[in-house]
């Protein structure tokens, strides 16, 4: 059961990467497999990096919070979850004009914020994951692959996929999240 959770969390979080992989790949149009790869590495490798971040955070403080640890990893997941179907819903439709960059849409520069920006939530996800007790290595490993190899097919499929994916992803991945969030709370409280 731990790594189909595990699982579960790597995919949700992979999802606001996902999303704008498949906005990176329309904006350029034919992506190549080199830029799949630079895409699913900048994406993949900051996914991995903010949850061990989040997990050390997590590790220091989890003797302090161990009697409300459960609740804290099921806001924290509900808050993440409910901010990604917020965002995902209540964006403005895309617009390839307004929304593509005029310079290389995959420049190193521009991954680079992109990869911070999707990884943001990874690390409150770190700290839940201290807080549940899930293997921090495990954890950190699939979420990391899980996102490189979802965002490389998102930038080869983008122009296929489009917009109505994009949304559909990170209101899924959302959904998954308060799923994880409510199972935590729920095996805490001994309810399953």
Not at 10 to 16: G, I, N, R, T
Not at 17 to 33: D, Q
Not at 131 to 144: E, H
Request: charged fraction near 15%; include cysteine.
């Amino acid at each position: 059961m731990i790594w189909v959770t595990i699982f579960l969390l790597a995919v949700s979080l992979a999802m606001d990467a996902m999303a704008v992989s498949v906005t990176l790949g329309i904006c350029k149009g034919h992506a190549g497999i080199g830029d799949a790869l630079k895409t699913g590495i900048y994406f993949g490798s900051f996914q991995a990096l903010m949850p061990a971040v989040g997990y050390i955070a997590g590790s220091k403080l989890a003797s302090l919070i161990a009697p409300v640890d459960h609740w804290i990893a099921f806001a924290l997941l509900a808050f993440i979850g409910i901010k990604m179907i917020y965002e995902a819903l209540h964006e403005s439709e895309f617009s390839e004009d307004e929304s593509c960059p005029v310079e290389d849409p995959m420049s190193h520069k521009r991954l680079l914020v992109l990869g911070i920006a999707t990884s943001v939530d990874a690390l409150a996800a770190g700290i839940s994951i201290a807080l549940d007790g899930l293997p921090v290595l495990q954890s950190v490993i699939t979420i990391g692959v899980v996102t490189m190899i979802l965002s490389a097919l998102a930038v080869v499929l983008g122009r296929r996929l489009g917009v109505v994916f994009q949304k559909r992803a990170t209101v899924i991945g959302g959904v998954v999240l308060n799923l994880i969030g409510l199972k935590i709370l729920f095996e805490h409280l001994g309810l399953i």
